[in-house]
C-alpha cells in the first residue's frame, strides 16, 4: 500500500484472527449438549454458526431451533454449561496464530491502542491472552456483556469504546477481523476495516461487504507504519 496509514487504535476480534479456536469451539458446543442431554439437530450447520462470528445464544438456537423454541429459558443455562466446559478444557485447544506477538509489540511500542472486541465470553479471552503472554499489550477487552448488544451492532462501541478513547479520530481507527460481523461492525461505528483471510469467515460473504483491506497473515499489519522498522 502506497500512502502511510496513521492509525491510533486497532480493534481486534479474537476468535479467527488472534488464536485458532475452531476445534476449540467445536469441541465445547459438542460437549454442552452431551453434557445437557440434547441432541444436536442441525450438526451440519456447526461450521456456519462459527464462521458467522455470532453469539452462543443464536448458535444454540441455530443448532436446535425446536428445543430453545420450546425453552427458551434454557438458553442462560446452556451458555453458562459451555463457558464452564471451555474455560476447563478449550485453552488446550486454543492456537496463536504466528506473529500475533510480534505484532501486539510493536503496535505497543509504537503507541497504537490495541483493544479486544468479541462476542466471546470474557473470562475465555482474558485467559488465553494471559496464557499467551499478550494481556500487557492489549488496553481493554470487550467481551460478550450483559445488556450491551453483540457486534455487529455499533451498541458497544458507543457505550464503551466511544468514551475511553474520545480523544482518537474515527478515521484513525480500524477493526480488524475474520468474519462478516467485523467488517459490518466498522461499517456501522464508521472505521476502516481489515479482513484476515486466514480466518473462519467466508470470502465470498466478506469481501463483497468491501472492507478497507484484506490480509491473508498478521504480519501484513505492518503496512501502516511502513517507515517503523518492524523486523518481523
Partial sequence: MAKQLKYKLAIFDFDGTICATREAIVYCIKQTFSALDTPISKENLINHTVASGMGLDETFKILNPLFFKQKPHDLNHWIATYRYIYLKEGLGKTYIYNGVKKIFNKFFANNIAII?????GIDAINAALKHFGLIDYVKLVIGDTKGIKKKPDPMLF???????????????????????????????????SCWVSYGYGKEEECMALMPTMKIAEINELKFIKPDFDWDL
Avoid at 116 to 120: A, C, D, G, L, P
Fill in 116 to 120: 479486544i472486541v468479541s462476542n466471546k
Fill in 158 to 192: 458507543d457505550n464503551i469504546i466511544k468514551p475511553k478513547f474520545n480523544n482518537i479520530d474515527l478515521k484513525e481507527m480500524f477493526v480488524i477481523g475474520d468474519t462478516k460481523a467485523d467488517i459490518l461492525f466498522a461499517k456501522n461505528i464508521g472505521t476502516d
